[in-house]
């Protein structure tokens, strides 16, 4: 059985997504990879200069609608681990003591 890994990063200015170069570290855990940001943020053109392997969702309108405005390439990676899934769902959570 496959199972699609995508992983999506929300940009909300262009300083954001210009100066945040992290991005490529994640490739290993997913087979695709998208940058949702808002409308009229980034062009076409500086989408396939700054991350040619990266997909592209852009907000549209009143921001209830979301639309894939370039495809990622997709990348053949290996499989994930039980415990790396454990950590990312939960390297947020705080505990809250048994009552």
């Keep these: 059985m496959f199972i699609n890994h ?6 909300c200015s262009r300083a954001d997504l210009f100066g ?4 490529p ?3 290993p855990y997913c087979n695709s990879f998208y940058f949702a940001v808002p409308n009229g943020l980034v062009t076409r053109a500086e989408m396939e200069q700054f991350a040619p392997q990266c997909g592209f969702i852009q907000v549209t309108g009143n ?4 639309q894939i ?3 990622p390439v997709r990348m053949n990676t290996a499989g994930i681990e039980q415990s790396i899934y ?4 939960m390297w947020r959570v705080t505990p809250i003591a048994r009552l």
């Design 6 to 11: 995508i992983a999506y990063e929300i940009k």
């Design 20 to 23: 945040d170069r992290k991005y």
């Design 25 to 27: 570290s994640y490739w």
């Design 63 to 66: 921001g209830q609608r979301m």
């Design 69 to 71: 405005v370039r495809q």
């Design 86 to 89: 454990h950590h990312v769902l």
